[in-house]
C-alpha cells in the first residue's frame, strides 16, 4: 500500500531557506510522478511543484518559480522540496504526493494522486 510520510517544515522566518523531504513506501518509483501541494488558511489548494519518475521533467507554480527546487531519489524513494527567500505568503501546509503515471502539468494543476498527511509551513518574524 502506498504511504508517504513528510518531515521537515516549522517556523521559517521571512527570507529562509528550509527543505521538506518525504519518503514513499509500497510503490515502483520509475512509474510514479511525485509532487507536493499546499494548503494555506482560506485559500485553494494548489500544486507548487511535481516532478516525473521516467524523466525528472518538473513543474512548479508560479508563484515559487525561480524561488523552489523539486528532486527526488529513486534509489531512496524520496523527494524534497528546497525552498528559498520564503515568503509569508508561502504560509501553508504541504503536502506530499504520488501519481501513477501522470503527467506533471497534469498532477500539479488538477491536485492528482495520493496525498501525505501534510507538514506546518509557518513563514512569519
Known amino acids: 500500500q502506498l504511504q508517504l510520510v513528510e518531515s521537515g517544515g516549522g517556523l521559517v522566518q521571512p527570507g529562509g531557506s528550509p527543505s521538506l523531504s518525504c519518503a514513499v513506501s509500497?510503490?515502483?518509483?520509475?512509474?510514479?510522478?511525485m509532487g507536493w501541494f499546499r494548503q494555506a488558511p482560506g485559500k485553494e489548494r494548489e500544486g507548487v511543484s511535481c516532478i516525473s519518475g521516467s524523466d525528472d521533467s518538473t513543474y512548479y507554480a508560479d508563484s515559487v518559480k525561480g524561488r523552489f527546487t523539486i528532486s527526488r531519489d529513486n534509489a531512496e524513494n524520496t523527494v524534497h522540496l528546497q525552498m528559498n527567500n520564503l515568503k509569508p505568503e508561502d504560509t501553508a501546509v504541504y503536502f506530499c504526493?504520488?501519481?501513477?503515471?501522470?503527467?506533471?502539468?497534469?498532477?500539479?494543476?488538477?491536485?492528482?494522486?495520493?496525498w501525505g498527511q501534510g507538514t506546518q509551513v509557518t513563514v512569519s518574524s
Open positions: 504526493a504520488a501519481a501513477a503515471m501522470t503527467p506533471v502539468k497534469a498532477m500539479c494543476i488538477r491536485l492528482l494522486g495520493k
Open positions: 509500497g510503490f515502483t518509483s520509475d512509474y510514479y510522478a
